[in-house]
């Protein structure tokens, strides 16, 4: 569809000004490369071309149809293409949901048409798509840009039109532009799909104004962030967000804090300005990404360096401390009325020889990360030569180097010689500080992204049945647990709690207070009162049996003065915690894009006017908890104390947010959820107030989709399986996790030559962590690794592991299995590749393919044994299982 060798251009015209005129000049900009068809029932000719009256018509296969014609035609024009075999369609014509119930009814009538017959379509109501490096503009845009590596794909048309319009004029060349339109079929999953493979493709950079399929982009998204850097600008940064929200979680977790969180999850980078999209884009795929924020500014003009280090420490980074080395070679070589330090003035009069100096030392010195050259035009030597001496000195360097090359005809010749080279060149210090602390951050979020989690002794699967036959009878009758069964839910999952139960009588609430021991606190227990505290439904501090009748009547009467009818399930008495060093909340809710989301942060009373707090996305492991942890203010005081209150074991929390984290996994019925005060108490911490919002909607939705409230898939634990070898050795099958890095490093390490070449088409012994994680850290939706793990005393050991890998559209998927020399013939192998084609069925795949070297006999009888059929390839045997 997006190379297409024969395009028909439905609604084309000669008519000056219209769509259809507009649409067919632009695509007749490829004929060289592609058969244009015009087709247009009232018209023989359209400049010069046969004119078809109809798709039907035309004697040879149609790769893509753009359509320019009026709304009310479009869909039986659709239908006619789906039956004519058309592989892609482009609706640029305009007219459906944007308009009301009538055009939305046309769309529907597309999207029922497209789903029958599986055609491809862009739109409707879009400006089309455009690819330079292949010739093809099937948009009706005047601008038509360079070839270049930067796709670009926008949500709004006229938007997109407009920043392709200044980036055309800037000379910004493009891989693609895509107006995705209404996004009836294809979206930004689909776009990143087909972008992350595009050879043309270097970097990818999003208008966004709402998510669509939000699992859709995040699978893809995550799929491709880690080779080619994906930047996205995001529309509605202040839209209100959880207006009816029912926790202090709802009311915190806004839409755009939502979309910040899930975009870090991914690997996407979210820019504030429509210039940084292609500032961005233009130097993060590159291999020299800072690994600190500390940067170094060599210039020959004060006042440029003072603003750069203004914006160095407005956007978070810091000035580099330069290195007694440095210091003394910068002493020895300039004059004495140097700046003396970062920035480095080497001042107005400064020559190519002193700007090498500055710039080698900066690059060679330790404590610099990254590098910013400043240039003012008033110095002995000219723009272009100094930006050469930079230029060859940069084809060795290690570093970010950026320029700013101040002025505009007497440098733009020498801001030329920069982008030739790929180096990055601004006007201004400001705009590069922007761009280097975006690089810096997107290396650092992707660096934290796939650090190795550790192990933490969390139950996977803990006991939960009983507490799906309450929710179910729940549900149908109310909104809110109640205490008692927020209770059974922390236990469940091992979160600890202050100890507590409920009272339905004052004798009760005496006998429970006696059991647990004084002071406690009394709290009513009403689903239709779930602000406690705001209505004088919390007594804290009760001592006595007295005390505590007395309270009891207190707040009976109180909670019957706030809503005469409310439900009141009784008094929940709980042991008080005499000291408190930290108050924290641990929540979740439901957004209307991603689905659950967990905050976390500073908790109490004020937590909705203090507002410290961070947003993750479910599934978390130990190392996302602690990146949630510490994107918080009080992270610092945990950390490392407060004043003369202790840090806290952040092991301890990460664990607790683990087991949360599994929890809302397992329970789409959950709508919000608080823990709040979630209070860390000499070293110790555990819930004081809970509570738990049901969604009456789940439980239709989960009849017909595997966890529909998450957008990144959880560890598959129904998968796990314990299973023994022909010699009688028990082994675990289950699919692998991230935290099995360090045993898949030593499974690969110790392959022998033959079977690493048989498994790798080379031999590979050692890999970094970067290629580790790729095996590791899985997104399960597209893609299932199971490793086969037995046990030497109380160390885990791989022995096996089989992968299947998806194509996009998930109608094919390649796999591979190897096993460790020690166990080859157990009969591992073929377990491993069966419970792939399990998989492989389950989602509906089409057919599974394996490439084999002609040597690897072994192989080859495995798949034989399975079914395989075997088709030989010059070196490469290719191995295919049809399941459809």
Not at 833 to 839: K, S, T
């Amino acid at each position: 569809m997006l190379n297409p060798k024969v395009v028909a251009a439905i609604g084309a015209t000669e008519t000056q000004g219209s769509v259809g005129q507009s649409m067919m000049s632009n695509l007749l900009l490829g004929k060289e490369r592609r058969k244009i068809h015009p087709v247009n029932k009232n018209r023989e000719t359209v400049m010069g071309l046969t004119c078809y009256p109809s798709v039907s018509k035309i004697p040879e296969h149609v790769d893509l149809a753009v359509i320019a014609t009026p709304s009310k035609t479009v869909p039986g024009i659709v239908e006619e293409c789906a039956k004519a075999g058309v592989d892609g369609i482009v609706i640029i014509s305009a007219g459906f949901k944007e308009i009301g119930a009538e055009g939305a009814k046309l769309e529907s009538d597309i999207r029922a048409i497209q789903a029958e017959h599986g055609i491809r379509i862009l739109g409707p109501n879009c400006v089309g798509v455009t690819r330079p490096p292949v010739s093809l503009n099937a948009t009706f845009l005047r601008d038509n840009p360079e070839p270049g590596q930067i796709a670009f794909v926008s949500q709004s048309g006229a938007l997109g039109s407009a920043i392709l319009n200044w980036a055309v004029s800037t000379r910004i060349g493009f891989s693609m532009f895509a107006s995705l339109g209404s996004t009836l079929d294809i979206d930004y999953g689909d776009m990143i799909d087909y972008l992350g493979e595009d050879p043309h493709t270097r970097s990818i950079i999003l208008y966004m104004e709402g998510v669509g399929n939000a699992r859709k982009f995040m699978s893809a998204a995550r799929g491709f962030a880690r080779t080619k850097p994906i930047i996205v600008i995001k529309a509605g940064k202040h839209a209100a967000g959880a207006k009816a929200a029912s926790s202090h979680t709802g009311a915190l977790a806004g839409d755009f804090a939502v979309y910040d969180a899930a975009f870090k999850r991914a690997g996407v980078v979210m820019v504030d300005e429509i210039g940084d999209l292609f500032n961005c884009a233009s130097v993060l795929d590159s291999r020299f990404l800072p690994a600190g924020p500390n940067l170094a500014i060599v210039t020959n003009a004060g006042g440029p360096a003072v603003l750069a280090a203004d914006s160095i420490v407005t956007h978070g980074g810091e000035l580099a401390k330069l290195s007694d080395q440095t210091m003394q070679t910068m002493n020895g070589a300039l004059p004495p009325y140097w700046s003396h330090g970062n920035p480095i003035d080497i001042l107005g009069d400064a020559d190519v020889t002193k700007y090498e100096l500055a710039v080698k030392s900066c690059i060679m010195d330790p404590n610099v990360d990254g590098l910013l050259v400043i240039y003012t035009p008033q110095g002995v030597a000219a723009p272009t030569q100094i930006a050469e001496a930079i230029t060859k000195i940069a084809a060795d360097r290690r570093k970010p180097m950026l320029t700013v090359w101040m002025g505009e005809d007497s440098v733009r010749e020498a801001r030329e010689i920069f982008r030739k080279s790929n180096i990055p060149t601004y006007s201004t210090p400001e705009e590069a500080i922007k761009t280097y602390m975006y690089m810096y951050r997107y290396h650092r979020n992707l660096d934290l992204l796939y650090q190795t989690p550790e192990d933490l002794s969390v139950d996977a699967s803990p006991p939960k049945s009983h507490l799906k036959v309450m929710i179910k009878k729940a549900v149908h009758s109310r909104l809110a647990l109640t205490q008692s069964e927020v209770d059974r839910f922390l236990d469940a999952y091992n979160i600890p709690r202050a100890k507590g139960s409920l009272a339905k009588t004052s004798d009760h609430a005496v006998m429970i207070a006696s059991g647990i021991g004084f002071p406690v606190v009394m709290k009513i227990a009403s689903q239709d009162l779930l602000h406690k505290t705001d209505i004088g439904g919390v007594v804290v501090g009760v001592n006595s049996p007295q005390a505590v009748r007395d309270t009891y009547a207190k707040i009976m009467e109180r909670a019957h003065t706030a809503k005469a009818d409310a439900r009141i399930d009784g008094i929940y008495v709980q042991k008080m915690a005499t000291s408190i060093d930290y108050e924290l909340i641990l929540g979740s809710k439901k957004d209307v894009d991603f689905g659950s989301v967990i905050l976390f942060g500073m908790g109490g009373i004020g937590v909705e006017l203090l507002r410290d707090v961070a947003i993750g996305l479910p599934p978390l492991n130990q190392v996302l908890a602690r990146r949630v942890i510490e994107e918080t203010k009080i992270y610092q005081a945990l950390s490392k104390g407060l004043r003369n209150k202790p840090p806290i074991d952040l092991r301890d929390l990460e664990q607790i947010m683990v087991r949360f984290s599994n929890m809302i996994v397992d329970f789409p019925e959950i709508a919000e959820m608080d823990m709040n005060p979630l209070i860390v108490s000499n070293g110790k911490i555990e819930v004081l107030d809970a509570r738990i919002i049901l969604d009456p909607k789940a439980e239709t939705a989960e009849r017909t989709e595997l966890h529909p409230h998450l957008v990144i898939m959880p560890y598959p634990t129904k998968y796990v399986t314990p299973w023994r070898m022909k010699d009688g050795t028990d082994v675990i099958l289950r699919p692998i996790k991230p935290e099995d890095e360090p045993i898949e490093s030593e499974f690969i390490k110790g392959l022998s030559t033959e079977t690493s070449r048989y498994r790798f088409f080379q031999i590979i012994k050692d890999l970094p962590h970067e290629s580790l994680v790729r095996f590791c850290n899985i997104d399960y939706d597209r893609e299932m690794a199971f490793i086969a793990e037995t046990r030497d005393e109380d160390r885990r050991i791989e022995i096996g592991v089989s992968r299947l890998i998806l194509e996009p559209n998930k109608k094919r998927g390649e796999f591979a299995v190897v096993v460790a020399d020690k166990y080859q013939g157990s009969g591992l192998g073929v377990k491993l590749a069966d419970l792939l084609i399990d998989v492989a069925k389950e989602k509906g795949v089409e057919s599974i393919f394996g490439i084999i070297l002609n040597d690897n006999l072994k192989m080859i009888r495995l798949a034989e044994k399975l079914g395989f059929t075997i088709k030989r390839e010059h070196e490469n045997v290719i191995a295919e299982l049809k399941l459809k």
